[in-house]
């Protein structure tokens, strides 16, 4: 295949692939994709256990995933300005090496201050991955391919999420927590050594580079310590809230308002810089800004589901960490098969179409489990997961197409950078707001069962009857018994609370997502098999 996306040089190429094969450099790209968000599926599953091992409690081994999220929300936007900076291959390259050292560090750490100083190191490796490999997706693929080339890139960060509870559990039931964190360090090497073979540096990308350090390299410190405030105290704000009552936590309360006052001095800030390190403009445009709302909203359902479904597993029907896994898997092999359809599709249909085709099923498939049960059995949380799953492919693919469309080349490494805060902070409010429902709505429904087991209610008298008996069977004495029927019917009430709070989020959920299907029309979109010079000529409004 030729390079032929569009340059400000003279028609030069940006291509990384070099002369080889560019489904070769998508394939390489997304190995190191694949580690990054399979590790952060895996962690949430061995909480418990490295709380454990470590002899900490579970609101202190948090920190294990706050710590790593806000690490990896305060790198990921500037990401786009250091790959200008430090010449996107070699910025990459760094990113995996970091994060594959710091998984081997993790994984060796004794004390849990110790694991957390990893995590950070982890996730500031992290960050920068997944803009740097969209950037070099999009400027090696030209514009009617890159549908097909992000379908690719799309199967590892979303299939990862899918896998990675299976993983995690097999391996923290059969082995031990360290191995979450030492899966890493082969996929790391291995990605190292093939980028270093195969994928190249643009002579274009490195002249840009040169002509920007010409006159010495300008830091925009201010834009920096501001993103790392507003973003990073966001992220402890949403990952921390629940557990600290929220604004009755003078802790949640100043992150609340550090966050706030440093995103209201941002947006003015980077706006008037002539060398921003995060470009806010691009968000104030038609075509990005709305893609950027869309993966929001992409990323709060994507992660707060997979989420969702396990918790709910292992709370309310006494899941395995590996069988809640394993009810993921069926909707992981859907999502694998249609992710190249999808590629293929988004070549011939304009991507809003298909973007509220896949908002419009993620809906249905989310009212759908509000028909939960208490007895529910595995198979109708794989179908529900596989009904989740077949419209998520036609949202990732057409939003991440959609939104390089207009964008002049050499802002490609600043959209992917944006582009990945929208979807990670998405996840992040999505977590944040399902988990805050769950405890609250818990709460509700629990006050309103206990007004029905009153004393006096001949359906109370009879269950705590047959409950009695069922225990003096057992061989318990009257008293005994009548005294474990109450405790019994006390643990029903509070898991039947637990489960209409879940039938709540999905309501609540699927709502949300039919409001933002009209969303999707704001986007423009290149004409099917539009020229790429004409795709990258056409402006955006």
Excluded at 125 to 149: H, N, V, Y
Aim: net charge neutral.
């Amino acid at each position: 295949m030729t390079d032929v996306t569009a340059t400000a040089h003279g028609g030069e190429s940006r291509s990384a692939a070099g002369g080889r094969n560019p489904w070769l450099i998508a394939v390489v790209v997304s190995i190191a994709t694949f580690m990054l968000v399979l590790d952060t599926s895996i962690a949430n599953v061995a909480l418990r256990n490295i709380a454990g091992s470590l002899a900490a409690g579970m609101d202190e081994s948090t920190w294990i995933i706050t710590t790593y999220l806000v690490a990896n929300s305060v790198v990921i936007p500037i990401s786009g300005w250091l790959a200008d900076i430090i010449g996107r291959k070699r910025y990459y390259m760094l990113c995996v090496a970091t994060f594959t050292t710091a998984s081997l560090l993790c994984g060796l750490a004794p004390n849990l201050p110790m694991l957390i100083v990893f995590r950070v190191i982890q996730g500031l490796g992290g960050g920068g991955m997944a803009p740097s490999e969209q950037s070099i997706l999009a400027d090696t693929f030209p514009p009617e391919k890159r549908s097909q080339a992000f379908a690719l890139y799309g199967i590892a960060v979303v299939v990862a999420p899918t896998v990675g509870p299976t993983i995690g559990g097999w391996l923290t039931d059969n082995f031990s927590w360290h191995w979450i964190f030492f899966i890493n360090v082969p996929f790391g090497i291995l990605s190292l050594a093939l980028v270093q073979w195969l994928v190249a540096e643009p002579a274009v990308l490195e002249r840009e580079r040169q002509e920007r350090l010409k006159g010495g390299l300008k830091v925009d410190w201010i834009g920096f310590v501001l993103v790392a405030l507003a973003l990073g105290c966001l992220e402890v704000f949403l990952d921390e809230g629940q557990r600290n009552d929220w604004f009755a936590s003078n802790f949640i309360t100043t992150f609340a308002v550090i966050s706030t006052v440093s995103f209201l001095l941002l947006i003015p800030w980077e706006i008037a810089r002539r060398d921003p390190i995060v470009d806010m403009r691009l968000l104030f445009t038609r075509q990005f800004g709305t893609s950027f709302l869309v993966m929001m909203a992409v990323g709060a359902v994507l992660f707060s589901t997979t989420q969702l479904m396990p918790q709910l597993q292992q709370t309310a029907f006494d899941y395995t960490a590996t069988l809640s896994g394993l009810s993921l898997m069926p909707g992981g092999i859907a999502l694998l098969m249609l992710m190249p359809v999808s590629g293929i599709v988004s070549g011939f249909v304009q991507p809003k179409y298909l973007i509220m085709l896949g908002m419009s099923v993620v809906a249905v498939a989310l009212w759908h489990m509000t028909a939960l049960a208490p007895d529910a059995s595995f198979s109708f949380f794989a179908y529900a997961r596989v009904f989740l799953m077949i419209g998520l492919p036609f949202l990732f693919i057409p939003i991440s197409t959609a939104a390089y469309v207009g964008l002049p080349p050499r802002k490609t490494n600043q959209a992917s950078a944006l582009i990945n805060v929208a979807r990670n902070n998405g996840g992040s409010i999505g977590v944040s707001l399902t988990n805050t429902v769950i405890a609250q709505n818990a709460q509700v429904h629990q006050s309103n069962l206990v007004a029905h087991t009153a004393q006096s209610s001949s359906t109370y008298q009879e269950t705590l009857r047959q409950v009695s008996d069922y225990f003096i069977g057992q061989g318990s004495t009257a008293i005994e018994a009548k005294a474990q029927a109450v405790g019994w019917i006390g643990q029903l009430i509070g898991r039947q609370a637990t489960l209409l709070a879940y039938v709540d989020v999905f309501r609540y959920s699927a709502i949300a997502t039919a409001l933002l299907v009209p969303l999707a029309l704001l986007l423009r979109s290149p004409k099917p098999g539009k020229t790429a010079k004409g795709a990258n000529a056409e402006g955006m409004t």
